[in-house]
C-alpha cells in the first residue's frame, strides 16, 4: 500500500514525523512525503526536517506565499500533476493550514482515500481559515484520527459516522516526548537569548487577527514592554509579524522586549520548558505548554483546543490587553497553577494511527 503524506508549513512538520516513523515498521506500507512549499524559508521548514530527523521530501511543490486563493489553487494544480505519474492508495493530510484543505480537495476529486491527522477541533469562528480548512478536509476525509473527546464529539454533530472516526490522542506529543532528551540537552548549550538561564517569558504572535491590524498589533506590543518590565520577554518572531512590525515602524520597544529570529524546533521547546510563562496565539503552543506544565495566555477569543483550558494550563485572554497585562502579572507574582495532560496525549498515537491504517491495507 503506497500512503502519501502531504506537509506544507510549520505546524505540519512536527505531526507528520511521528506518523511516517510508525508506519515504517510495516512491511506491506511505502511512504512518499510531498512538501507543498507553503512554507519555505530555511528557519521555517528545513530546520525541522533536520532536527525532527524527517526524511528530505520526495517532491517539493514551491508554491510559496500568496492569498489564501492562490496558494490552495496552486497545491491542487501543482498536486494534481504530479499525481498523474505517483501511485497513491492513500493520502494522509496534517491539521488545519491552507495546505491541508487544498491536498484534501485533491484527493476526494481523484478518488483517493484520504486520512485527516488532527480531526475534530473546532474554535466555532469562521472568521479564521484554519477552521474552514478543518471543517472542509473532516467532511472529505475517509479516516478521521482526533486527539481528543471534543474532537469525536464535534465530527458526530457534522454527521460524519463514528466508523470513520479514531480517537487515537496527539500526535504532536509523541514528538515532543521523543524529543525531551535532545530538549534537555539543547538547555545545556548556549540558546543566543541574553537571559539565557533566567527568568523569562516566551511570546510569539502571527495570526491575522492579532498582527495585520496596525492598533491591535501595536496595543499588544505595548502589553508586551509592559510585561517585560516585570519579567523580560523573549519573542521569536514568524515572517509575518516581522513585516508588520517593520510597517508600524516601531523602534522603541524596550530592551527588556527581546525580538529573535523564528527558532529552530529544540531551542523553542528548550526555552518552552523553562519559561515563567508563554504568551501566544498559536494552536499547537497551547498543547506543548499543557504537556510541559507551564502556564500559558492565549491572545484569542476562542480555541479549537479547549481541553488545554479545561485540563491543561491554558487561560484564554481574548483581546482585552488590561486582563493579559493582570494574568501576567498574576501568574509571574505567584507561580503556575497545575494543570492535568490529557488523556492518550502519551507520545503513542502515531503507532495507533498506524495500526489502524495497516490493518486498512
Ligand atoms: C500558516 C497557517 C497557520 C499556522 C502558521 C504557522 C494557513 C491558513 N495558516 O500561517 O495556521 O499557524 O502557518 O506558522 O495555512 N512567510 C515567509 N517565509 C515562509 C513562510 C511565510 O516569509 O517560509 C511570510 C510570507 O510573507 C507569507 C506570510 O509569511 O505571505 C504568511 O505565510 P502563510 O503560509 O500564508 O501563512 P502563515 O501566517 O505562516
Redesign the pocket.
Known sequence: MMIVHIVG???NFMKAAPVIRALGQYEHITQTLIHTG????QR??DVFFHELELPPPDYNLDVG?GS?TT?TAQVMLRLEELLEQQPCDLMLVYG????TLAAALVAVKRGIRLGHVEAGLRSFDRTM??EI?RILTDQMADLLFTPSEDGDANLLREGIAAEQTHRVGNVMIDTLTRLLPAIQQRWQMPLHTPWHHQRYVLATL?RPSNVDDPASLRSLLEALADISQLTPIIFPI???TH?RIQALGLTELPATLHLSEPLGYLDFLALQQHAALVITD??GIQEETTFLQVPCLTVRANTERPITVTLGTNTLVGHDRTRLRDEAATILREGPQRGRIPPLWDGKASERIAQVLAGNG
Open positions: 508549513a510549520r505546524p507553503q512554507h519555505y524559508d521555517m521548514s506565499s489564501h496558494q488545519d493550514v491552507n495546505s481559515p484554519e480548512n502571527h514568524h515572517p509575518r513585516q498559536s494552536g
